[in-house]
C-alpha cells in the first residue's frame, strides 16, 4: 500500500480574502461608521446600499476562501505528483517522478513573509511547467520531498 502527502492552499495566502469577511461583516453591521468617522452624517438612502455592500464584501470574501482550499488539492504519492483543480469541471494533471527534470520554487515578497510559495515541476523535453503546486505552505519542504521521491526512483532505476 502506497502513502501519499496531501497538500491544499495554504491559509495565509488566502489573507485578502480573509480580511474581506471583518470588513464587510462590520460595514453590514454598522454601515454608518465610515460615515461617522468622517464627521458627517449619512444619507437615509445609502444605509441600505452599505448594507449590501458589506454583505457582498463578505459573502464574496467567504466563497473565494472556501472554492481555493476546496477546488485545489495537491497529492504526492509514492511513484507521481497529481495536480487537480476544480469542483464542478475538473483538471487532474498526473507527472510521474521519472519525468521530472527539474523542481523550482516561486515566491513573492508576501509569500516570504507568511511562508508560502509555488511549486513548479518540468518534464523532460519542456519548457513549461507541467505540474505547479500553487500557494502551497513551507514551499522549500515540498520541494524537498519531492527532490526526495526523485532521487529515490532514480537510484533504484540506476538513472542519474
Known amino acids: 500500500m502506497s502513502s501519499s502527502t496531501t497538500y ?3 491559509h495565509r495566502a488566502l489573507l485578502g480574502y480573509w480580511l474581506l469577511i471583518p470588513v464587510g461583516a462590520a460595514l453590514c453591521l454598522a454601515p454608518e461608521a465610515p460615515f461617522t468617522l468622517l464627521g458627517v452624517s449619512p444619507a437615509d438612502p445609502l444605509k441600505p446600499a452599505l448594507f ?4 457582498g464584501m463578505a459573502a464574496w470574501g467567504l466563497l473565494n476562501v ?4 476546496l ?3 495537491y497529492v504526492i504519492d509514492s511513484d507521481r505528483v497529481i495536480e487537480r483543480h476544480g469542483i464542478i469541471a475538473r483538471r487532474v494533471t498526473p507527472l ?3 519525468h521530472i527534470r527539474s523542481i523550482e520554487v516561486n515566491q513573492t515578497i508576501m509569500g516570504r513573509l507568511l511562508g508560502y510559495g509555488s511549486v513548479e515541476m518540468s518534464a523532460a523535453g519542456t519548457g513549461t511547467s507541467e505540474a505547479r503546486f500553487d500557494r502551497v ?5 515540498v520541494m524537498a520531498t519531492i527532490d526526495g521521491y526523485v532521487s ?3 537510484s533504484a532505476t540506476g538513472g542519474e
Open 8 to 10: 491544499r492552499v495554504s
Open 52 to 55: 449590501w455592500v458589506g454583505m
Open 66 to 69: 472556501a472554492y481555493q482550499r
Open 71 to 73: 477546488a485545489h488539492k
Open 96 to 98: 510521474h517522478f521519472h
Open 137 to 141: 505552505s513551507r514551499p522549500m519542504d
Open 152 to 154: 529515490n526512483k532514480a
